[in-house]
């Protein structure tokens, strides 16, 4: 067991098929209001988790690239010194939480974050009649006029670190729901969600082997020096190439 | 007559009238600034200083005190997943009728209670606890750290926040169940004090 711990991710590109699915697990999960064309066309859906695709070599020789891109949960998080009321900053899980309370919609952040993961609540989110029993009681649904972004599901790590004292256990990889929603839901484990400050999960393995020499791991946007929690493994294969998002 | 005494002069109805209207206009706006004030210190007390201070009308008036105090029965009998979950939730009308289908037959509440359990429908109570908006309190959590840290059982600290329900004849809110109130408790007890330990 570890003194504090570190949340964080690994996403294997070479696993990912570009199903979407963990899209609509964030959705669901997360009281995300439904994205409609307009919202599209005018740039303002809300995706907590996208998939980013890329085509690569000249038609008929192409293949698709997909690249799921959350908040990366960076260590040196652009968007924490912009904010005036503190209502996005690091705790000491590695987490770069949102409070919605404070935010005043000011939308520095989302100016300030290279990867495109902070979202504005344009309008007051709606839901059809029939959907609104589904909405997710752990999570506040957030009005008109302020950020949101991905939490790493921090309700159900919260939960998780709760009953795993109550019951007197230590928490390991993917123990009572500890995943966020994408990772439960992603079809060939693209992602893996755990704790980087215990050498004997998953992800600190899977990190510590990516990330030597040599190795598959690398950051988005790594130059920026944003230290994030989140590792993606490169594509394995003839046509090895950096991801064109680096 | 020397010039430049001073003469009282008789007001004119014109200019009593526009006293009057001034008089009324001052009247209203004192009274609008003393509702202000009201809602103001009710706002910041977490509940109403005039109004429905003693607790909201219940659809069936449901006395804890002949519940708990004469009959003897515990909170957690009836809010059964308080040491549980996050909600102490609030029992189905089948659970009242384990007793109350024998018991209580002249009550005027009782009637209505059976009316509804018939029906197949549940009590709309008001609700009188109430954490601000964005909060996410966990009850399971609390009682299990009080009732360990004092070596009580879990029926006993529910008075901590809620106060002596059991002797109450209508339930009200009688701690504010503010921001300061509950990182002051969480300060004295260590508990973490991070926004996300609450806000998410």
């Known amino acids: ?4 711990n570190k949340w964080g991710m690994v996403v294997d590109i070479d696993r990912c098929t570009g199903c979407q699915g963990c899209v609509v697990a964030c959705q669901s999960e997360n009281n995300i209001p439904i994205n409609l064309e307009e919202h599209f066309n005018q740039r303002r859906a809300i995706q907590w988790i996208r998939i980013e695709r890329y085509w690569e070599g000249e038609y008929p020789d192409v293949k698709a690239r997909f690249i799921p891109i959350m908040c990366q949960h960076c260590g040196s998080a652009p968007c924490e010194p912009v904010c005036p009321v503190y209502a996005t900053y690091h705790n000491n899980e590695g987490l770069n939480v949102q409070v919605y309370n404070r935010c005043i919609g000011t939308r520095f952040c989302a ?7 902070r979202f504005f609540n344009f309008w007051e989110p709606e839901w059809p009649e029939s959907l609104k029993n589904q909405l997710n009681p752990d999570v ?11 939490s790493f599901c921090v309700q159900r790590i919260q939960r998780s670190t709760r009953e795993s004292e109550r019951d007197n256990e230590i928490l390991e990889d993917g123990d009572r729901g500890l995943n966020p929603a994408c990772v439960n839901a992603c079809a060939s484990n693209s992602l893996i969600f755990g704790n980087f400050n215990d050498p004997d999960s998953t992800v600190s393995k899977m990190k510590e082997d990516a990330m030597q020499e040599g190795g598959r791991g690398y950051r988005l946007m790594e130059n920026l020096g944003t230290d994030t929690n ?17 | 007559m020397i010039p430049g005494d001073f003469q009282p ?7 009593l009238a526009k006293l009057g209207v001034l008089g009324v206009v001052l009247l209203g706006i004192f009274i609008g600034i003393v509702l202000v004030l009201t809602f103001v210190i009710s706002s910041w007390m977490g509940r109403p200083v005039i109004f429905g201070h003693d607790g909201p009308d219940q659809p069936i008036e449901f006395p804890h005190e002949t519940h708990v105090e004469e009959l003897g029965m515990d909170c957690t009998f009836c809010h059964r997943t308080v040491e549980k979950e996050a909600a102490a939730s609030v029992p189905a009308t089948g659970l009242c009728m384990t007793c109350h289908s024998s018991v209580g037959d002249d009550l005027e509440g009782i009637t209505k209670m059976r009316s509804l359990y018939e029906d197949g429908r549940s009590i709309h109570w008001v609700r009188v606890h109430r954490v601000p908006d964005h909060v996410h309190f966990v009850h399971e959590a609390h009682i299990r750290y009080f009732s360990e840290k004092d070596g009580v059982e879990a029926k006993d600290v529910c008075a901590t926040c809620h106060g002596d329900v059991a002797s109450m004849d209508k339930v009200q809110q009688n701690r504010a169940l503010k921001m300061g109130d509950c990182v002051n408790c969480h300060k004295q007890n260590n508990a973490p004090t991070d926004c996300v330990t609450c806000h998410y």
């Open chain 1, 230 to 246: 989140v590792i993606y493994l490169r594509k394995v294969g003839e046509s090895v190439v950096e991801a064109p998002h680096g």
């Open chain 1, 1 to 4: 067991m570890v003194d504090s």
């Open chain 2, 9 to 15: 002069q008789k007001p004119t109805g014109n200019q």
């Open chain 1, 140 to 150: 506040t649904v957030r009005s008109r006029g302020i950020m949101e972004k991905c």
């Open chain 1, 111 to 117: 100016n300030g974050c290279p990867y495109h993961v």
